[in-house]
């Protein structure tokens, strides 16, 4: 005969034991999400392929323009000192433009995107340390190389004899005393002002490339935003469109490099040209791009 099975009766059930994780665990942040974006660009080769090919095209072209203009063996300058720099930055911005796009679009091309924000899901936070990220890393780069360019260029071109008596500003180029020179402000521009300039170019590039997801396309619409101004003034002829044509050429991006140098590149400039109109605007556009990516990433699956 089989016995009955006790069965015991229920009681209070005895307290689960809590797990604790080994690893410390620590409230993410915007501080967290800036030293991943500086892992990625620092680590990538399109970083320094792009801002390498950027310094060679800055510098290189810059020594290009001084020889030939010591060739020439003229006593005379007619002018700014610092304008040497500004060609080869002409070509150099189009490398922090490509890495502008490259910051985002590269991560959707391999599927990365989805990885990083798995890990940060706040995708303002991860757009917000990519641009901070970007925006120091180009901008000390840009205004370093400048710098260098236009120390190269004070040393050789400064002190020649000038084409004019006037000891003030003509032309864009500062004379004293019969001699070529260069102002504070003049040194500002060619430093600190292109490299903001071009900066902000890379950000726009980037708001773009956050927008169209696409490397090759992001790429094409911002050489179009560089050079499509230009393009489509030279076809503006008719008397009626001739105030859009020269604002479209005033606040194209390479006359907005040369304003910073005190380059004259349009015809109608007076002697006070500093680049700080076609700065501010830039700014505004780099802005409102932002802000559209903000907007579009916020509400994508992706």
């Known amino acids: 005969m089989i016995s009955p099975v006790e069965t015991a009766a229920p009681g209070p059930s005895a307290p689960q034991a809590q797990f604790a994780s080994p690893v410390p665990v620590e409230t993410t942040n915007l ?61 150099g911005q189009l490398a922090v433009i490509t890495l502008g796009v490259l910051v985002i679009t590269s991560e959707y091309g391999t599927g990365m995107i989805r990885t990083t924000f798995t890990a940060c899901p706040r995708r303002t936070r991860v757009l917000t340390a990519k641009a901070i990220v970007f925006f120091g890393l180009t901008f000390t780069v840009t205004t370093l190389a400048c710098t260098v360019t236009a120390l190269i260029n004070w040393a050789a071109l400064s002190g020649k004899t000038a084409t004019t008596d006037c000891c003030e500003v003509s032309g864009g180029v500062t004379f004293k005393e019969g001699l070529t020179s260069a102002t ?28 169209l997801r696409h490397s090759a396309g992001a790429i094409t619409a911002m050489m179009g935003i560089v050079l499509l101004p230009l393009i489509a003034a030279i076809f503006m002829q008719a008397p009626g469109l001739y105030k859009v044509q020269e604002k479209l050429v005033e606040y194209s991006t390479p ?46 699956d992706v």
């Not at 040194?187 to 773009?208: C, I, K, Q, S």
């Not at 349009?266 to 109109?277: C, K």
């Open 31 to 91: 501080t967290h999400a800036l030293r991943s974006e500086w892992t990625k660009i620092r680590t990538v080769r399109s970083t320094m392929w792009t801002l390498g090919i950027m310094l060679v095209l800055v510098l290189g072209i810059n020594l290009l323009m001084l020889w030939a203009i010591l060739a020439d063996g003229s006593a005379y300058f007619s002018d700014p000192v610092l304008s040497p720099g500004l060609y080869g930055l002409m070509l």
């Open 255 to 300: 006359v907005g490099l040369a304003a910073l140098y005190r380059v004259r590149m349009a015809g109608d400039y007076d002697d006070r040209i500093n680049g700080l109109p076609q700065l501010a605007t830039l700014a505004v556009v780099t802005a409102l791009a932002l802000a559209g990516a903000y907007a579009v990433l916020a509400k994508r």
């Open 184 to 211: 504070g402000y003049e040194w500002l521009g060619a430093t600190v002002g292109v490299g903001l300039y071009v900066a902000l170019l890379g950000l726009l590039a980037l708001a773009v490339g956050t927008l």
